[in-house]
């Protein structure tokens, strides 16, 4: 999942853990080999991980382990599953041809990054920009080198390439939201974020990244006709945060305050946030009292 870099952003997708950059599966010793391959290629793309454990399980079983791409996609699935440690070895013993090496890169990319080893994701992504910098999986893995460095400004950048090279790309889209709500610029983040969510109005992530956009811009969400209480309190919350990012604490201390009204259940975090904000608030009341 893309890194939660502002705040309390929602991650935008386990999808983006999977890289876009193609392997060629056609030359595959065998016509089942191939079609297995291309299933759990799709598999992996469209977040189905119950799926793709399946097929991983039975190309394995008979026999074809050995083939780099079928390493490959169970790296892949690792990181997906949240294993990134798991998934480091087996990308580091794969051959990379041409027509792999900047996938391997990106899988290696965000395995580094889960496992907080950013000094190495460093050093592979600046070794690996010559042959990659026509991709724009490297470009997104750079970005979410910067936004684990704290550096916006060049995770906007590094973003905008990505985006440049695969426009139609949705989740290179969010994520380019992502890095400039972490650099501040809310506005152009909305106009990304409510794009995205036009298209694909179930995609909770995104709805509640653009919460939080126009909480910064100081502005209330609308509670949608689907939304349950705890759908309706999480974007609530995330709008909440998004005010407090840019200091508009009264208005925050408020939906916070409403998203614990409306949440079914206890929950310690946000209490924790709400009243980190309510004493924010009351410190500011008692020195202009003063």
Known sequence: MLMAVVGALVPQ????????VPVEFADAPTAPLADGLVALD???????????????????????DRDPRLTLLRAEWLIAVGRAADALPLLAVIDSKVTMRCRVVAATTMALL?????????????????PCSGEPVYWRGLGRLH??????????????????LEPAN?????????????LGDAGDAVQLLAALTRRDPARA?????????????????????GDDDMFWSRRLQ???????????????????????????????ELWRQY????????KRSTLVSN
Do not use: C, F, W
């Not at 925050?252 to 409403?258: D, F, K, S, V, Y």
């Open 13 to 20: 997708s386990s999808i983006a853990q999977h890289a876009e």
């Open 42 to 64: 799709q598999a992996l793309a469209g977040g189905r991980l119950v799926e793709a454990k399946d097929l991983l399980d039975r190309l394995e079983a008979e026999g074809t």
């Open 114 to 130: 889960d496992t907080a080893a950013l000094d190495d994701a460093d050093l592979l992504l600046a070794r690996e920009e010559q």
């Open 147 to 164: 936004l684990a460095r704290t550096r916006p400004a060049e995770a906007v950048a590094a973003l905008r390439r990505a985006t440049a």
């Open 170 to 182: 949705d989740e290179v889209q969010g994520e380019l939201a992502v890095a400039l709500l972490a």
């Open 205 to 225: 992530d995104i709805r509640i990244n653009l919460d939080y956009a126009h909480g910064m811009l100081g502005q209330r969400p609308s509670r949608a006709v």
């Open 238 to 268: 995330y709008a909440g945060l998004g005010a407090r990012r840019a200091d508009r604490v009264r208005l925050a201390e408020a939906m916070l305050g409403q998203a614990i009204l409306v949440r079914p259940r206890h929950d310690a």
């Open 275 to 282: 009243d980190e904000i309510n004493g924010i608030n009351a």
